[in-house]
């Protein structure tokens, strides 16, 4: 069997555990690792080729998809549209209020070189919205709830890591299960951001720093958490580095709906995630989109698509006919 | 806006159910009932034509979709075939057995049709079919475990009432709590028939009946009953209309995997139905499946289809605009 040509744009977290899930999956293999680091300084787990980012050009013939392992504040906006133009591509772009920006740019570079460019994939945006746009169709009359967590927040840490004295810090945001048990008795609670998750701190401070002025600085912070029921807890590096170098994350999405005449039978739909490590688990569901896009582009479907587009049997590398016969 | 015409072929619980659905969907309207008996002696609770169902060919031309009511043991396997030469259909045949040999004569009359036929849609078949492959693709490595309950399975109840001395009975069908959790664990327990699900069951004995008897012939039933833990409880009519009118079922379908080089980091996707009316809920799906069939027909996409041939989006009423905005 001829496989599927898979490169990665990014060395971090995702881009090693795209290189993980390649691993899982027989039907493809890892072409390429395109890095803007010096490529002689990056060794890849698998021995993978490295070349330099500015050398994608050369190599667009070589390879069917291209997973973008990028951030999304500054790496994607660029490298989404640019890469679009050379390869099918895969991102995880998940700043929500710019998403229909960042898709016309792809669809409109992807559509003019013939590619398929699959966007905003991994859980959420990804699975969960999956999640959301099924359950709403299927229950017009009702409320979904997203909660996420128990896992850590990259943009709440940062933010703890900013404030003076603070030599190190891990923020988890938490949902509260008390919450989550309302939405699950479908009576459709109206539920404040407090209401909804818990986010709970730890600080490594510098030696001498003022434990309790760090603390009130978290606790006040606008926006990121002010509004929540938050708690510090200081710790040492020991711990930190013990107690923390995991990435768990998880959420759930719980569609509470009414069907019949009267509206009045409950129906409950949820979607939940418990995840050992964020990362390896994201890179999971690129790679599985990854399948998708090359069969789209095959197909002649072009442009950019989400998750939404794709039809579920175009993830799997079984044929139609086992899927029906399996797992229908 | 022009409404999607729908019709219903069959007035039993489902059919009711389409009905009901479709008042809550502002895009279609229901236009034909097509039933068995003397459509005068029918009478619809929102007061839609009723035919004959000799006479659906007479009305081809002035229905988008004709939602298929009927069971999957005798009255599909005929009407699937026949009715896909005439309409889009869709329907919920759950023989998984027979799932391919059904696929194909559907296709094969949609495809000389220019129709589309969805197969297959509901919950289990449908949902828990979506949920299976989705979480298979995106955790290759791992188990996946489908639980059924709490909910009254007709097939069992069926087999209670053909025992001598049986005057009415029901059998819920139980997950069971600890193997659910055991599951969610991660830790990919091998579970006996036994192990997943218990068997309740409500009996109205007729007057003077061998109770005893009656019980041991429930519980030694080979097949329906022998391989589970099973619990007889008798009842009075009174309480059998009173306390077992609903027809609440659900249950969970969860996928236990591993990621990383060494398949060692666990990652658990869990999708879980409470239902307080399986058949209002299974027709909330078809409905919202109808409106992905005229959507594939209109595009040219013609021939049998089973919900992991549908993209998501084609199920909403929302634009991919607003999709991609409000759910992505």
Same mark, same amino acid.
């Given at each position: 069997?001829?496989?599927?040509?898979?490169?990665?744009?990014?060395?971090?977290?995702?881009?090693?555990?795209?290189?993980?899930?390649?691993?899982?999956?027989?039907?493809?293999?890892?072409?390429?690792?395109?890095?803007?680091?010096?490529?002689?300084?990056?060794? @890849?787990?698998?021995? +993978? $080729?490295? %070349?330099?980012?500015?050398?994608? !050009? /050369?190599? #667009?013939?070589?390879?069917?998809?291209? =997973?973008?392992?990028?951030?999304?504040?500054?790496?994607?906006?660029?490298?989404?549209?640019?890469?679009?133009?050379?390869?099918?591509?895969?991102?995880?772009?998940? @700043?929500?209020?710019? +998403? $229909?920006? %960042?898709?016309?740019?792809?669809? !409109? /570079?992807? #559509?003019?070189?013939?590619?398929?460019? =699959?966007?905003?994939?991994?859980?959420?945006?990804?699975?969960?919205?999956?999640?959301?746009?099924?359950?709403?169709?299927?229950?017009?009359?009702?409320?979904?709830? @997203?909660?996420?967590?128990?896992?850590?927040?990259?943009?709440?840490?940062? !933010?703890?890591?900013?404030?003076?004295?603070?030599?190190?810090?891990?923020?988890?945001?938490?949902?509260?299960?008390?919450?989550?048990?309302?939405?699950?008795?479908?009576?459709?609670?109206?539920?404040?951001?407090?209401?909804?998750?818990?986010?709970?701190?730890?600080?490594?401070?510098?030696?001498?720093?003022?434990?309790?002025?760090?603390?009130?600085?978290?606790?006040?912070?606008?926006?990121?958490?002010?509004?929540?029921?938050?708690?510090?807890?200081?710790?040492?590096?020991?711990?930190?580095?013990?107690?923390?170098?995991?990435?768990?994350?998880?959420?759930?999405?719980?569609?509470?709906?009414?069907?019949?005449?009267?509206?009045?039978?409950?129906?409950?739909?949820?979607?939940?995630?418990?995840?050992?490590?964020?990362?390896?688990?994201?890179?999971?569901?690129?790679?599985?989109?990854?399948?998708?896009?090359?069969?789209?582009?095959?197909?002649?479907?072009?442009?950019?698509?989400?998750?939404?587009?794709?039809?579920?049997?175009?993830?799997?590398?079984?044929?139609?006919?086992?899927?029906?016969?399996?797992?229908?």
């Amino acid at each position: 069997m001829e496989k599927i040509k898979i490169a990665i744009a990014g060395y971090g977290n995702l881009g090693k555990g795209v290189e993980m899930a390649i691993s899982q999956n027989k039907d493809m293999e890892l072409v390429a690792l395109f890095t803007r680091r010096d490529p002689k300084t990056v060794k @890849t787990a698998t021995g +993978i $080729p490295v %070349y330099h980012t500015d050398d994608a !050009a /050369a190599h #667009k013939d070589d390879i069917d998809v291209l =997973i973008l392992c990028g951030g999304s504040a500054t790496d994607l906006p660029k490298q989404g549209p640019e890469f679009a133009a050379l390869f099918n591509t895969i991102d995880s772009f998940d @700043t929500h209020a710019k +998403i $229909p920006e %960042y898709y016309a740019a792809v669809d !409109a /570079a992807a #559509k003019a070189a013939g590619h398929t460019s =699959i966007i905003s994939v991994g859980w959420d945006p990804g699975l969960f919205s999956l999640s959301r746009a099924y359950a709403e169709a299927v229950l017009p009359e009702g409320e979904t709830y @997203t909660f996420w967590g128990k896992g850590v927040s990259q943009g709440h840490s940062d !933010a703890i890591r900013r404030i003076k004295g603070v030599k190190n810090a891990i923020q988890y945001t938490v949902p509260v299960e008390s919450a989550i048990n309302e939405v699950r008795s479908g009576s459709n609670p109206e539920l404040s951001t407090r209401d909804k998750h818990l986010r709970e701190c730890y600080v490594v401070a510098e030696e001498g720093a003022d434990k309790a002025q760090i603390e009130n600085e978290i606790k006040t912070m606008p926006n990121y958490f002010a509004d929540y029921n938050t708690t510090v807890h200081f710790i040492t590096e020991e711990e930190m580095a013990r107690d923390h170098a995991a990435m768990p994350h998880g959420g759930f999405v719980i569609r509470s709906g009414k069907t019949g005449f009267d509206s009045q039978t409950p129906q409950i739909i949820e979607y939940a995630l418990k995840l050992g490590s964020n990362p390896q688990f994201t890179s999971s569901v690129l790679v599985s989109y990854a399948r998708a896009a090359y069969r789209l582009n095959k197909s002649g479907s072009i442009g950019a698509k989400s998750v939404l587009d794709v039809p579920p049997a175009m993830l799997s590398p079984k044929s139609g006919e086992e899927l029906r016969k399996e797992l229908l």
